[in-house]
């Protein structure tokens, strides 16, 4: 990811001091949007003035949008709350240089060994995750794994979170991919990257939003892991998923809540 970030900083930042701040500023929009200026000027330990600056140049840029929301219980009382999240041209600044490389590589692999050349490729640039974080969740508690697993994406890139579903287990957010714009042509990288999660959690995971499809985050529903469940119950979940096993009703509902809030 560091040739990612590089780029990012230069279609970002220029050379000086004062666009280097502003790089970090639309990177923390980035990985924690949408967000107030008074949160992103204590992150980075600037007045508000200064994030002001830097809010107005991402804006003009069009790298950035505002969005106005109101506190809940609020009745018209009051200035609604102003949030800022990265736009589309925004994400693409972070975005990895070589997408065009690896598209052309993927297609070359499809059209000389088949579609199926180009899952087992998938699988394994997961692999090693897999095969690191496995090992690691087993002195992981069970309640703690999804946030485990969500600072090891965010370490390789991904600016990813771990929250509580609101209808039960947990959710796990990836507000950057770096290979989306590959994955939009190959969605064989999704499903590998959903069936790892499976086996690294060791749970029925199901995917309800990626960056690669137009949402605005990644979104993967853990289901709550199962007293009696055995280490490979989130790994035969997964390939039953993706050989077309209909969904659960607990999972149709999350899907639906999760189209009603947008996410």
Same mark, same amino acid.
């Given at each position: 990811?560091?040739?990612?970030?590089?780029?990012? /900083?230069?279609?970002?930042?220029?050379?000086?001091?004062?666009?280097?701040?502003?790089?970090?500023?639309?990177?923390?929009?980035?990985?924690?949007? &949408?967000?107030?200026? %008074?949160?992103?000027?204590?992150?980075?330990?600037?007045?508000?003035?200064?994030?002001?600056?830097?809010?107005?140049?991402?804006?003009?840029?069009?790298?950035?949008?505002?969005?106005?929301?109101? &506190?809940?219980?609020?009745?018209?009382?009051?200035?609604?709350?102003?949030? $800022?999240?990265?736009?589309?041209?925004?994400?693409?600044?972070?975005?990895?240089?070589?997408?065009?490389?690896?598209?052309?590589?993927?297609?070359?692999?499809?059209?000389?060994?088949?579609?199926? !050349?180009?899952?087992?490729?998938?699988? %394994?640039?997961? @692999?090693?995750?897999?095969?690191?974080?496995?090992?690691?969740?087993?002195?992981? &508690?069970?309640?703690?794994? /999804?946030?485990?697993?969500?600072?090891?994406?965010?370490?390789?890139?991904?600016?990813? %979170?771990?929250?509580? !579903?609101?209808?039960?287990?947990?959710?796990?957010?990836?507000?950057?991919?770096? /290979?989306?714009?590959? @994955?939009?042509?190959?969605?064989?990288?999704?499903?590998?990257?959903?069936?790892? $999660?499976?086996?690294?959690?060791? *749970?029925?995971?199901?995917?309800?939003? +990626?960056?690669?499809?137009?949402?605005?985050?990644? *979104? *993967?529903?853990?289901?709550?892991?199962?007293?009696?469940?055995? &280490?490979? *119950?989130?790994?035969?979940?997964?390939?039953?998923?993706? +050989?077309?096993?209909?969904?659960? !009703?607990?999972?149709?509902?999350?899907?639906?809540? %999760?189209?009603?809030?947008?996410?």
């Amino acid at each position: 990811m560091r040739g990612a970030e590089e780029t990012a /900083v230069v279609r970002l930042s220029g050379v000086s001091a004062e666009h280097g701040t502003r790089a970090r500023v639309a990177r923390l929009i980035l990985e924690h949007g &949408p967000v107030t200026a %008074s949160a992103l000027g204590e992150r980075l330990g600037l007045t508000s003035a200064a994030v002001r600056r830097h809010l107005d140049a991402l804006l003009a840029d069009g790298l950035i949008e505002p969005r106005t929301v109101r &506190p809940r219980g609020q009745r018209g009382r009051g200035r609604p709350a102003k949030l $800022f999240a990265i736009t589309d041209e925004g994400r693409s600044a972070f975005e990895h240089a070589y997408d065009g490389l690896a598209g052309s590589a993927l297609r070359f692999l499809a059209e000389r060994a088949g579609e199926q !050349a180009v899952a087992e490729f998938a699988r %394994s640039q997961v @692999a090693g995750l897999v095969g690191r974080l496995r090992r690691e969740m087993r002195d992981v &508690p069970a309640d703690q794994r /999804v946030r485990v697993l969500a600072e090891a994406l965010s370490a390789d890139g991904y600016a990813a %979170s771990a929250s509580k !579903a609101g209808l039960g287990g947990d959710q796990l957010c990836q507000h950057h991919c770096p /290979v989306a714009h590959v @994955a939009a042509e190959f969605p064989q990288l999704c499903e590998a990257e959903t069936e790892a $999660f499976a086996q690294i959690l060791g *749970t029925p995971v199901q995917r309800l939003a +990626t960056i690669a499809h137009g949402d605005g985050v990644c *979104t *993967t529903h853990v289901s709550p892991r199962r007293a009696d469940a055995g &280490p490979d *119950t989130g790994e035969r979940d997964a390939h039953r998923q993706t +050989t077309g096993a209909a969904p659960s !009703a607990t999972h149709e509902a999350i899907d639906e809540t %999760s189209k009603e809030t947008g996410r």
